[in-house]
Structure formats: C-alpha cells, structure tokens
C-alpha cells in the first residue's frame, strides 16, 4: 500500500492520474465536474474498476450505498476526504 496522499490537493492530484490510467484520458480533460457523462470509459465496468482502483490504493472499503453516489469527480474527492479524514 502506498503512503496516502497527506492534502486534498495531493488527494485530488492523485485522483486525476488514477482517471487518466483508468479511462486512457488527458489528465487536463479531468476536472471536478468529469463524470461518467463526459467521459466514454466511465461506464458500470469502468465504475467497478475505479471503485477497486481506489480501495486498493488507500486501503478502503467503500459500501455499496456509497458506491452509487461516485457520480464525478467532486463527489468521489469529498467520499475519500471523509473518509481519510482530511
């Protein structure tokens, strides 16, 4: 497991190169509003794979009624800062 990322922007840095890989997507084509309407990739695999990405990555468990609100970028940002207690 890699060091968690010690700010909200280091977080949302973080977030970005993580979409990049994921959705073979410029990481200045990602925002706060990128969501599974703007980017082609981000469909219910693509969420699953990110959800996955992410657990890995910070060592998280995301339940299910969590899962369903990912709806962009901004809100998966404010889940994973509750959760890493930012």
Request: avoid cysteine.
């Given at each position: 497991m890699m060091a968690k990322p010690n700010t909200r922007e280091a977080l949302y840095a973080d977030l970005?190169?993580?979409l990049s890989d994921l959705f073979d997507t410029a990481p200045d084509e990602i925002d706060l509003d990128t969501s599974p309407d703007t980017i082609d990739a981000w469909d219910s695999i693509g969420?699953?794979?990110l959800i996955a990405s992410?657990?890995?990555k910070y060592d998280?468990?995301?339940?299910?009624?969590e899962q369903?609100?990912?709806l962009n970028v901004d809100l998966i940002l404010g889940l994973l800062v509750e959760k890493l207690s930012y």
């Open positions: 970005i190169d993580m969420h699953i794979r992410i657990e890995e998280l468990t995301i339940p299910p009624e369903v609100d990912m």
